[in-house]
Every structure is written in C-alpha cells, then in structure tokens.
C-alpha cells in the first residue's frame, strides 16, 4: 500500500488548508485512516481520524472544532480540512493507515502504513 500526501503550505494565523491523502490499495475502504503531526523537535502526535464509514470520527482536544477530516472511499482518499490555523499548528503532516479496524486508535504504533509528509507552516 502506498500513501501519497499533499496540499500543505505556508498560511498566516487564521487561515485554512486543505490536506488530501491518495491511497493506492485495493482494500482502502476496510481501514480507519488517520492524520498525524510532527512540529520541530517534538515526538509525532495523533490529530484526527476517520473510520471505515464516513461518520466515524475522533480528534484531538486542541483541534476540535476546527479541523475536520473525511474521507471518499470511491476515490481511495482522505482529507484534512484545517480552519482557524494557529502558529501551534505548524508541522510535517502524515496520513497513515490503521490495522485496528474496529475503532480508531490514537496510536500511532498501530498504524502500518504511512505517507511522506507535507509541510504545514502557520505564521503569527
């Protein structure tokens, strides 16, 4: 499986992205997905995830509210939709893939499959 991530960038404080994650699998749709940061010099953090069927979501305290995630499964893709950006919002963004299927975990040790990251830099 390969996980393909894109649509960071540079933002002031306020703005919004939109992230989108491209899954090449044929079995996309039996998997939770989840969206992951890294800011600089800190450990890789669970953000948001969506489970198999689209109304199944979970997020973290600090972006809820703000941040919504969803996912097409006739398009093997997941999105990250990111309003209001705060300065604490800046990182390297991964999607990544689950293998615990029946709810959608935080950790990310239970994730298999992971993207190469996009950039998302929020300015003050």
């Known amino acids: 499986v390969q996980l393909q991530a894109s649509g960071g960038g540079l933002v002031q404080a306020g703005g919004s992205l939109r992230l989108s994650c491209a899954v090449s699998s044929r079995t996309f749709s039996s998997y939770p997905m989840g969206w992951f940061q890294q800011a600089p010099g800190k450990e890789r953090k669970f953000v948001a995830g969506v489970g198999r069927n689209q109304g199944d979501t979970r997020y973290a305290d600090s972006v809820k509210g703000r941040f919504t995630v969803s996912r097409d499964n006739a398009k093997n893709t997941i999105y990250l939709q990111m309003n209001d950006l705060k300065p604490e919002d800046t990182g390297l963004y991964y999607c990544?893939?689950?293998?615990?299927?029946?709810?959608?975990?935080?950790?990310?040790?239970?994730?298999?499959?992971w993207g190469q990251g996009t950039q998302v830099t929020v300015s003050s």
């Open positions: 990544a893939r689950s293998r615990v299927q029946w709810t959608i975990s935080t950790n990310g040790a239970t994730y298999d499959a």
